[in-house]
């Protein structure tokens, strides 16, 4: 399965749990959606990751791809310590200029 660069940089992040890793894959403007709630900038996203790796510590492993222009769904099988692990979920990215600009993601 061949990822963009962006999305692979994405599960390189969040299986070392390197939440500034991960923050700067997004755009300063970048959003992120997870849970019910929205993070928006680099250093909301920074500290919602951060809080998530602690509290889950998951792990992600890309099982598709599909990509429409600049959005692109990754579905991922992510383990961790929560309910219901392993759960396939899905990551719904917009990607402009290279950098991610929004992120939702969904069971």
Excluded: C
Excluded at 34 to 46: L, Y
Excluded at 81 to 93: D, I, M, Q, R
């Amino acid at each position: 399965m061949k990822l963009p660069n962006i999305v692979q940089e994405l599960i390189k992040a969040q299986n070392n749990f390197d939440s500034e890793a991960y923050a700067n894959l997004f755009s300063e403007t970048g959003v992120a959606y997870d849970e019910g709630k929205t993070h928006t900038g680099r250093k909301e996203i920074q500290k919602w990751i951060a809080e998530a790796n602690e509290k889950y510590k998951s792990v992600m492993q890309a099982v598709e791809y599909t990509e429409k222009g600049n959005k692109g769904i990754l579905s991922a099988k992510v383990s961790g310590t929560f309910e219901g692990s392993p759960a396939v979920l899905k990551f719904n990215f917009e990607i402009n200029e290279g950098l991610i600009q929004s992120l939702k993601i969904t069971g």
